[in-house]
């Protein structure tokens, strides 16, 4: 069958959990990560006792695939440490298919590395393109416990998080400097755009002020493009100098100035 309307009627069941996969991975990424953004645990690990790590509630996605862990949680066994000896075990989430029945779980598993008198090592885990329907198993890293001795170290964070398109507009701050330009901000990283009309004659003009923080270590130049009309010699552009003060500079044309300008903040 060369195609197929996925979430549609068609009279019988027809949507398979690789459908699913497909779409979520499409639509959020192919990749393996924890989601930030509901209020669980997030999988967080506690060392219950130097025998076991309890894993809170959580939810992730994993090449596509959506598993959770509920309220109560899942206990591992970690297998007691060797005196004088250092050692990496992994807690992952591990997926599996029955190659006869097609029927697909997930399971939490400690997996025991290598003790070592040296620098221990993460012990080898599976991985497997579960994504394409080509592999039984894969195993998504969660937590790193290191154990010196017979003494269990704090849990290591292995995996990403994911957070919400909510979350991630959140952290974009943005800010209108006049009528046609405007500027954001994620972490240092300042983008301004300017999409503004400029009239016959119009030279060096100073547009408005970034606010603290904003501003670029020095001034930054970009060339910028106006439709409508093309100057006889120089290029137009846009400066913003190293307090912040956003200027263009059409050469005397008359048209709309379109231009990005990105840098790093201090």
Not at 102 to 115: Q, W
Not at 131 to 138: C, D, H, I, K
Not at 201 to 221: A, D, E, F, H, I
């Amino acid at each position: 069958m060369g195609i197929e309307l996925v979430t549609g009627f068609t009279g019988k069941a027809h949507i398979s959990s690789l459908d699913v996969a497909k779409f979520n991975a499409g639509a959020l990424g192919p990749g393996e990560y924890v989601f930030a953004g509901v209020k669980d645990d997030k999988l967080k690990a506690t060392m219950a006792s130097s025998n076991k790590v309890h894993i809170s509630s959580g939810n992730a996605m994993m090449q596509g695939r959506h598993f959770w862990v509920d309220a109560a949680g899942v206990d591992l066994t970690v297998q007691t440490g060797t005196q004088g000896q250092k050692r990496n075990d992994l807690v992952v989430a591990r997926y599996a298919k029955n190659a006869s029945t097609g029927v697909e779980s997930v399971s939490l598993v400690v997996i025991k590395g290598t003790p070592t008198t040296g620098t221990p090592a993460d012990p080898s885990y599976t991985r497997g393109d579960i994504l394409n329907g080509n592999a039984l198993t894969n195993d998504m890293p969660l937590w790193r416990i290191p154990l010196n001795g017979i003494t269990v170290g704090t849990p290591v964070q292995l995996f990403q998080e994911f957070v919400s398109a909510k979350d991630a507009w959140n952290s974009v701050s943005q800010v209108d400097i006049c009528d046609g330009v405007t500027a954001c901000k994620q972490g240092k990283h300042v983008c301004v755009y300017v999409k503004i009309e400029t009239t016959s004659g119009q030279n060096y003009t100073v547009v408005g002020s970034l606010p603290s923080g904003w501003q670029p270590r020095k001034y930054v130049l970009q060339r910028a493009y106006i439709v409508g009309g093309k100057p006889s010699t120089y290029e137009p552009y846009v400066e913003i100098n190293g307090s912040g003060q956003v200027s263009i500079s059409p050469m005397g044309v008359a048209g709309t100035m379109n231009c990005t300008v990105s840098y790093i903040a201090p």
